[in-house]
């Protein structure tokens, strides 16, 4: 470690890579052993190491930790270009390998077909640590290093099942082609298999963990080698490294969101100093061996000729498997170019994974040729030092002559904006210094040189192709500087689109992380969330389509359709509700946090990109907006509407996490003023972080909506006896609807109504009258007229609809109850008369909804059995039954008496008696009030309606207006008009103006 952190300065200084230069110092150390006393035996002892060893401490960490820090989005979407390579590119390259081993290196002598193809999958593994090592160092793009990576990750597993079924071959062993075969894919599947199995037990226990950093990185370690050494020593005998790169992945997927917010950045720098620690070591230990074992007197000087041939051969091996896979890999969702595919070739390093195979084959003893034994580990030695050595150190410069590396024209521009800001961010803090009289006697000049401020832009100006050619050309001065940052290059206006678009798109992604991190999310919402944005950024020349992809993702039909089937069925029934809830609950947590950082996303750019782009950067808010448009009609039509209490639910739990959190703020503030000392800390915060570990398990769910809690809003049901709802309730019946479905269609026969418990519904009738209904509300009540023998209207569901359904036979009683008999027909009223449009005149028709309700209020209702006298002279509404209308002067007989059949309207001083026909009549009498005003306030009945409404019922916020002013008027005239306010007789409030005017503002 003590060499490794040298060569980490040296690093630093020279930029030479890192494990090439590890490699070397462990070739000089074991060369020249001998020579350094007790640190030279130290290096022998070393040598001798059991190459099993290397596999067992030092590859499982290295494994899990480039697995872990990989990005699983592309990982994924690139996963059978990946497999293309790792698994049949793996057996056809093996198979190359040993061609060129038996032919073209002329040793069929010493290497049958079972010792070729063992070394041939031995040179067929590129190390993953050496290659994620180089391509951390050299700027290569995410997607190629995902690429890379992920091909050696797998790659490795793939060519050591390869390497054991052949080693066992090589040892003399007889195996049959059917356990050949058993063999292969128990090592290559059952160890990805073993790899998932403990990832989802480690995240399982990590969610039980609660502030425990320690616990948590030791949870993760001790996994990590359990699970290979299970894999690779016990009897199940499959493939550790497959295990433990699906171990790593799966936590990259899925396990972030396990480990305690607090911990997490502490996790992902011990895992990376635990990959730092094995990459050096590894690194090291191989050289020494090199040094030790291979550069001995047993290799010939033909040899050393056929090391550099072989060298070659394997990068045209390579070359010819890429092209292999070449047509597979131009469909891959990023594109693959030329230039890719060519550092795909030459990137493939080899180093510690086939240097411990070929230990293990030289260690083998008499079961294998001596010949082989040395020729292995000779070849595979000088192969991972050539790699190392010439290609290490020679991807960066072909990376960038390639253009792989290169910026975009925003990009660039991007960086100078960044410089520009740092610069006069820079230049205003001094300025702001200089009045410090604490600071007075600094030296300002000198502060300009030490802060390296013009080092620091040219440096990253350097990056950029302008800045580089520049820095060629002239000394940048400070002036020229300035002059510089000022301007931008040159770009089209959809490459800036493109741009603007991506970089909203990370700065999405960040915001969604930030929100689970203050626990204003969960943490399926944040991965699911994240997940979007990665789609969309695999296609930035396209419009935003993120909430649509969430959309898809949350809302399935066949989900609704098999719920609706089996709601019924009593436990399968409550498991499909609760099934249902958390489904809509995660999608309410989706939406909402989607709207919040999108609003915050479009803030943020606003802030930093420059006028001249706004055209451009509003082009994109516009998309963004279109998909906020859509997440708001998505949770007003499945959650508002139907799920109502998820809202509150929700909101409920954020505001309590966010009340948490500041609390401890509060107390961690108090401890960085000293004002309270560690022991008082963890006292204070112990009950906060138990509490806000519970809430984060802990799902905060309302009580489902039901008939016997919505009863005593329903007007009419809540004056029924106890006895009466619970019979009701009894035999009431749950149903669902899903969107666009019909309830009941009008002309059907007349069975019952619905109460609705969640989601809004449109009854409507065939002449185009409808209303509309949400929780709470009866759907049909028309239905249970007595007359009505079909249903009077269509009720349709405008959103996924809960509802119970009661029969008509169950309101026999309605009409033995007098306040129930009133309540009903207040209710129903307003509907049927709309409903029966023509049968009543314009001006009580086209009333809104409203005040027809404030009129049916206002009527007195009348029952009336057979031949009973009606006095009609107000006039009113026939809602129910038959009246006989006999005309004044005329002989009573058939021929002169007028019938009238409900619904319809009596007109005002028409007549002053009616006789009641055969069965009940019903009728709305209207007040004599109105019935004097009628015939001058048709044209404008609902002022009529709502004066006489005030005058009787009062407004409640205008009488207390007017009792505010009515306390200071003394006037008894003024007194007197204040009066026919409150009585209504006044139609406005001129007279109440007037007062204010008089009396003062403040009235």
């Not at 470690?1 to 952190?5: E, M």
């Not at 597979?328 to 030459?346: D, E």
């Not at 050619?469 to 300035?482: A, P, V, W």
């Not at 069975?751 to 809004?760: A, F």
């Given at each position: 470690?003590?060499?490794?952190?040298l060569?980490?300065?040296v690093?630093?200084?020279?930029?030479?890579?890192?494990?090439?230069?590890?490699?070397?110092?462990?070739?000089?150390?074991?060369?020249?052993?001998?020579?350094?006393?007790?640190?030279?035996?130290?290096?022998?002892?070393?040598?001798?190491?059991?190459?099993?060893?290397?596999?067992?401490?030092?590859?499982p960490?290295?494994?899990?930790?480039?697995?872990?820090?990989?990005?699983y989005?592309?990982?994924?979407?690139?996963?059978?270009?990946?497999?293309?390579?790792?698994?049949?590119?793996?057996?056809?390259?093996?198979?190359?390998t040993?061609?060129?081993?038996?032919?073209?290196?002329?040793?069929?002598?010493?290497?049958?077909w079972?010792?070729?193809?063992?070394?041939?999958?031995v040179?067929?593994?590129t190390?993953?640590?050496?290659?994620?090592?180089l391509?951390?160092?050299?700027?290569?793009?995410?997607?190629?290093?995902?690429?890379?990576?992920?091909?050696?990750?797998?790659?490795?597993?793939?060519a050591?099942?390869?390497?054991?079924v052949?080693?066992?071959?090589?040892?003399?062993?007889?195996?049959?082609?059917?356990?050949?075969?058993?063999?292969?894919?128990?090592?290559?599947?059952?160890?990805?298999?073993?790899?998932?199995?403990?990832?989802?037990?480690?995240?399982?226990?990590?969610?039980?963990?609660?502030?425990?950093?320690?616990?948590?990185?030791?949870?993760?370690?001790?996994?990590?080698?359990?699970?290979f050494?299970?894999?690779?020593?016990?009897s199940?005998?499959?493939?550790?490294?497959?295990?433990?790169?699906?171990?790593?992945?799966?936590?990259?997927?899925?396990g972030?969101?396990?480990?305690?917010v607090?911990?997490?950045?502490?996790?992902?720098n011990?895992?990376?100093?635990?990959?730092?620690?094995?990459?050096?070591?590894?690194?090291?230990?191989?050289?020494?061996?090199?040094?030790?074992?291979?550069?001995?007197?047993?290799?010939?000087?033909?040899?050393?000729?056929?090391?550099?041939?072989?060298?070659v051969?394997?990068?045209?091996?390579?070359?010819?498997?890429?092209?292999?896979?070449?047509p597979?890999?131009?469909?891959?969702?990023?594109?693959?170019?030329?230039?890719?595919?060519?550092?795909?070739?030459?990137g493939?390093?080899?180093?510690?994974?086939?240097l411990?195979?070929?230990?293990i084959?030289?260690?083998?003893g008499?079961?294998?040729?001596?010949?082989?034994r040395?020729?292995?580990?000779?070849?595979?030695?000088?192969?991972?030092?050539?790699?190392?050595?010439?290609?290490?150190?020679?991807?960066?410069?072909?990376?960038?002559?390639?253009?792989?590396?290169?910026?975009?024209?925003?990009q660039?521009?991007?960086?100078?904006?960044?410089?520009?800001?740092?610069?006069?961010?820079?230049?205003?803090?001094?300025n702001e210094?200089?009045?410090?009289?604490?600071?007075?006697?600094?030296?300002?000049?000198?502060?300009?040189?030490?802060?390296?401020?013009k080092?620091?832009?040219?440096?990253?100006?350097?990056?950029?192709?302008?800045?580089k050619?520049?820095?060629?050309?002239?000394?940048?001065?400070?002036?020229?500087?300035?002059e510089?940052?000022?301007?931008?290059?040159?770009?089209?206006?959809?490459?800036?689109?493109?741009?603007?678009?991506?970089?909203?798109?990370?700065?999405?992604?960040?915001?969604?992380?930030?929100?689970?991190?203050?626990?204003?999310?969960?943490?399926?919402?944040?991965?699911?969330?994240?997940?979007?944005?990665?789609?969309?950024?695999?296609?930035?020349?396209?419009?935003?389509?993120?909430w649509?992809?969430?959309?898809?993702?949350?809302?399935?039909?066949?989900?609704?359709?098999f719920?609706?089937?089996?709601?019924?069925?009593?436990?399968?029934?409550?498991i499909?509700?609760?099934?249902?809830?958390?489904?809509?609950?995660?999608?309410?947590?989706?939406?909402s946090?989607?709207?919040?950082?999108?609003?915050?996303?479009?803030?943020?750019?606003?802030?930093?990109?420059?006028?001249?782009?706004?055209?451009?950067?509003?082009?994109?808010?516009?998309?963004?907006?279109?998909?906020?448009?859509?997440?708001?009609?998505?949770?007003?039509?499945?959650?508002?509407?139907?799920?109502?209490?998820?809202?509150?639910?929700?909101q409920?739990?954020?505001?309590?996490?966010?009340?948490?959190?500041?609390?401890?703020?509060?107390?961690?503030?108090?401890?960085?003023?000293?004002?309270?000392?560690?022991?008082?800390?963890?006292?204070?915060?112990h009950?906060?972080?138990?509490?806000?570990?519970?809430?984060?398990?802990k799902?905060?769910?309302?009580?489902?909506?039901?008939l016997?809690?919505?009863?005593?809003?329903?007007?009419?049901?809540?004056?029924?006896?106890?006895?009466?709802?619970?019979?009701?309730?009894?035999?009431?019946?749950?149903?669902?609807v899903?969107?666009?479905?019909?309830?009941?269609?009008?002309?059907?026969?007349a069975?019952?109504?619905?109460?609705?418990?969640?989601?809004?519904v449109?009854?409507?009738?065939?002449?185009?009258?409808?209303?509309?209904?949400?929780?709470?509300?009866i759907?049909?009540?028309?239905?249970?007229?007595?007359?009505?023998?079909?249903?009077?209207?269509?009720?349709?569901?405008?959103?996924?609809?809960?509802?119970?359904?009661?029969?008509?036979?169950?309101?026999?009683?309605?009409?033995?109850?007098?306040?129930?008999?009133?309540?009903?027909?207040?209710?129903?009223?307003?509907?049927?008369?709309?409903?029966?449009?023509?049968?009543?005149?314009?001006?009580?028709?086209?009333?809104?909804?409203?005040?027809?309700?404030?009129?049916?209020?206002?009527?007195?209702?009348?029952?009336?059995?057979?031949?009973?006298?009606?006095?009609?002279?107000?006039?009113?509404?026939?809602?129910?039954?038959?009246?006989?209308?006999?005309?004044?002067?005329?002989?009573?007989?058939?021929?002169?008496?007028?019938?009238l059949?409900?619904?319809?309207?009596?007109?005002?001083?028409?007549?002053?008696?009616?006789?009641?026909?055969?069965?009940t009549a019903?009728?709305?009498?209207?007040?004599?009030?109105m019935?004097?005003?009628?015939?001058?306030?048709?044209?404008?009945?609902?002022?009529?309606?709502?004066?006489?409404?005030n005058?009787?019922?009062?407004?409640?916020?205008?009488?207390?207006?007017?009792?505010?002013v009515?306390?200071?008027?003394?006037?008894?005239?003024?007194?007197?008009?204040?009066?026919?306010?409150?009585?209504?007789?006044?139609?406005?409030?001129?007279?109440?103006?007037?007062?204010?005017?008089?009396?003062?503002?403040?009235?």
């Open positions: 470690l003590f060499v490794g952190g060569l980490r300065e690093n630093k200084k020279f930029k030479v890579p890192y494990t090439p230069m590890l490699l070397i110092a462990g070739i000089m150390w074991g060369l020249v052993d001998n020579h350094l006393g007790l640190i030279g035996k130290s290096g022998e002892i070393m040598s001798r190491i059991d190459p099993h060893i290397i596999l067992l401490v030092f590859l960490a290295l494994l899990f930790e480039s697995s872990f820090s990989s990005d989005h592309t990982f994924r979407r690139e996963f059978w270009q990946i497999l293309s390579l790792a698994g049949p590119g793996i057996l056809v390259g093996a198979f190359l040993g061609l060129v081993i038996r032919y073209v290196l002329d040793y069929k002598d010493y290497f049958g079972a010792d070729s193809l063992m070394l041939g999958a040179l067929s593994a190390d993953p640590v050496a290659v994620v090592a391509l951390k160092e050299v700027g290569a793009s995410k997607r190629l290093n995902t690429l890379i990576e992920g091909e050696s990750l797998l790659n490795d597993g793939t050591m099942v390869l390497f054991v052949m080693f066992d071959f090589a040892k003399g062993e007889s195996l049959s082609a059917l356990d050949v075969i058993g063999k292969f894919f128990r090592l290559s599947l059952g160890g990805p298999l073993l790899g998932l199995l403990f990832g989802a037990g480690m995240v399982f226990w990590m969610k039980r963990i609660y502030n425990d950093s320690v616990m948590e990185r030791t949870l993760m370690l001790f996994t990590t080698y359990l699970a050494y299970i894999a690779e020593a016990t199940l005998h499959v493939s550790g490294i497959l295990a433990i790169v699906a171990l790593g992945l799966y936590m990259s997927a899925w972030r969101t396990s480990i305690d607090n911990s997490e950045e502490v996790i992902h011990f895992w990376q100093v635990i990959g730092y620690i094995a990459e050096t070591m590894i690194f090291l230990l191989s050289g020494i061996i090199i040094g030790e074992k291979v550069l001995g007197d047993e290799i010939k000087l033909a040899d050393w000729g056929k090391l550099v041939l072989l060298f051969f394997l990068i045209l091996v390579r070359g010819a498997v890429v092209l292999l896979a070449y597979l890999f131009v469909k891959s969702v990023y594109g693959f170019t030329w230039q890719q595919a060519f550092i795909l070739v030459y493939g390093l080899r180093g510690a994974v086939g411990s195979l070929a230990l084959i030289y260690g083998a008499d079961e294998i040729n001596r010949d082989v040395d020729l292995s580990l000779f070849h595979t030695a000088g192969i991972a030092s050539l790699t190392l050595l010439v290609n290490a150190t020679t991807t960066g410069f072909f990376i960038e002559k390639l253009g792989l590396a290169k910026s975009s024209n925003v660039e521009d991007v960086l100078t904006q960044v410089c520009r800001t740092v610069y006069d961010e820079t230049k205003e803090s001094i210094l200089k009045s410090d009289k604490f600071l007075r006697f600094a030296d300002w000049k000198k502060v300009k040189e030490l802060t390296e401020l080092q620091f832009i040219v440096r990253v100006l350097e990056r950029t192709s302008t800045g050619k520049i820095t060629k050309e002239k000394e940048i001065e400070y002036n020229f500087l300035e510089f940052l000022l301007s931008t290059s040159k770009k089209s206006k959809q490459e800036m689109e493109n741009e603007i678009r991506t970089r909203f798109l990370t700065t999405l992604k960040g915001l969604y992380w930030h929100e689970y991190e203050k626990g204003q999310c969960e943490a399926e919402t944040a991965l699911l969330l994240i997940e979007s944005a990665n789609v969309a950024l695999d296609e930035e020349f396209k419009s935003l389509k993120d649509e992809y969430l959309e898809n993702a949350l809302i399935h039909g066949w989900v609704l359709k719920f609706s089937k089996v709601k019924r069925v009593k436990v399968l029934g409550r499909c509700t609760w099934f249902l809830y958390n489904k809509m609950t995660f999608s309410y947590d989706v939406a946090t989607f709207l919040v950082c999108h609003e915050y996303a479009e803030a943020t750019l606003r802030q930093v990109i420059d006028k001249e782009n706004f055209e451009t950067l509003e082009s994109v808010i516009s998309e963004s907006d279109e998909q906020m448009e859509l997440c708001r009609v998505f949770i007003s039509e499945n959650i508002e509407l139907i799920f109502s209490e998820i809202t509150r639910d929700i409920t739990k954020k505001a309590t996490y966010a009340v948490l959190m500041r609390q401890l703020n509060v107390i961690n503030e108090f401890r960085s003023h000293g004002l309270i000392d560690d022991k008082e800390f963890k006292l204070m915060t009950n906060i972080q138990k509490t806000i570990y519970r809430l984060k398990r799902s905060i769910k309302s009580e489902m909506p039901n016997r809690g919505i009863i005593p809003s329903i007007p009419f049901l809540d004056k029924l006896s106890q006895e009466k709802l619970e019979q009701l309730i009894l035999n009431s019946r749950e149903v669902l899903q969107n666009e479905d019909y309830i009941f269609k009008e002309g059907n026969p069975e019952g109504v619905y109460v609705i418990l969640r989601g809004k449109r009854e409507f009738n065939h002449e185009g009258v409808e209303f509309f209904h949400g929780f709470g509300s759907v049909g009540l028309q239905n249970l007229l007595e007359y009505a023998k079909t249903n009077l209207t269509s009720g349709k569901a405008e959103s996924i609809v809960y509802a119970v359904f009661l029969k008509k036979s169950e309101f026999a009683e309605i009409h033995n109850n007098d306040e129930a008999y009133q309540e009903f027909w207040n209710t129903v009223s307003p509907a049927l008369i709309k409903l029966s449009s023509g049968q009543f005149p314009k001006a009580i028709v086209s009333l809104e909804y409203s005040m027809m309700e404030k009129l049916v209020k206002l009527c007195q209702l009348g029952k009336y059995y057979e031949n009973e006298i009606v006095l009609a002279e107000t006039g009113g509404f026939l809602v129910s039954g038959c009246l006989q209308k006999v005309p004044e002067n005329s002989i009573m007989n058939s021929e002169s008496i007028i019938a059949e409900a619904p319809c309207f009596i007109e005002p001083k028409e007549c002053s008696e009616l006789l009641s026909g055969s069965g019903v009728v709305l009498h209207i007040s004599e009030e019935a004097r005003d009628w015939e001058f306030s048709k044209n404008h009945f609902g002022v009529l309606v709502d004066r006489v409404f005058a009787k019922f009062g407004n409640l916020d205008e009488i207390k207006e007017i009792s505010e009515r306390r200071t008027v003394v006037n008894p005239r003024e007194k007197t008009e204040l009066a026919k306010i409150i009585r209504g007789t006044v139609a406005d409030f001129s007279v109440l103006r007037r007062f204010t005017k008089t009396q003062g503002e403040e009235h």
